[in-house]
Antibody, heavy 127, light 106 residues
């Protein structure tokens, strides 16, 4: 059974970096046709996609984060990672990692919805 | 970015009621829409993909419909266990976006 678990510091200083690891068990990232993504939810707010990565390392990001995010993968550990640079209080949120489904349309393979989620990790940006 | 607008933002209903939640996209997304259920303090759970495909294990009282820019999630016969926030997500565009959520109360 696929399980994902977020891990990382719960407190980050302003201008610091949010660094999270998603530990995947029950399935191998390597060779998977799925993508692996990060989504966050600020207190009392809706969900916001941050970025996603494929097992070969290709990634895509939400442009609203102004290139502050980086998503990477380590297939040898079956983990993937999030880094969010220059953090501010507005980055305080619950961060979720999730497996992302895929589909095919006229333009080829595309990223889809998130079918399995981790429990989430609260990250607070504060001095 | 494609903007997703959900209505209402909060909904109060009685057990057994039929509940309808609407999600509107700022441009056509074909049927590339998912619905999630999120209970307090928990991660979202995928209910429906491709606008109307029910995920395995999801009760049949949940139904998704629509295409283009207008979508609905219908709960036929509200259960106490359905108290949650429901969110839509489009994946037509590479910049994936979610609706603001609809909180369902009893």
């Amino acid at each position: 059974q696929l399980q994902l678990q977020e891990s990382g510091p719960g407190l980050v200083k302003p201008s610091g970096t949010v660094s999270l690891t998603c530990i995947v068990s029950g399935a191998s990232i390597r060779g998977s046709s799925h993508y692996w993504g990060w989504i966050r939810q600020s207190p009392g707010k809706g969900l916001e996609w941050i970025g996603s990565v494929f097992y070969i390392g290709t990634s895509s990001y939400n442009p609203s984060l102004n290139s502050r995010s980086s998503v990477s993968v380590d297939t040898s550990k079956n983990h993937f990672f999030l880094k969010l640079y220059l953090a501010t209080a507005a980055d305080t949120a619950v961060y979720y990692c999730a497996r992302q489904a895929f589909y095919f349309d006229n333009s080829g393979k595309k990223r889809g919805c998130f079918d399995t989620w981790g429990r989430g990790a609260l990250v607070t940006v504060s001095s | 970015d494609i903007h997703m607008i959900q209505s209402p933002s909060t909904l109060s209903a009685s057990v057994g009621d039929r509940v309808i939640i609407t999600c509107r996209a700022s441009e056509s997304i074909s049927n590339w829409l998912a619905w999630y259920q999120q209970k307090p303090g928990k991660a979202p759970k995928l209910l429906i993909s491709k606008a109307s495909s029910l995920e395995s294990g999801v009760p049949s009282r949940f139904r998704g419909s629509g295409s283009g820019t207008e979508f609905t999630l219908t709960i036929s016969g509200l259960h106490p266990d359905d108290v949650a926030t429901y969110s839509c997500q489009q994946y037509q565009d590479d910049g994936l976006t979610f609706g603001g959520g609809t909180k369902v109360e009893i």
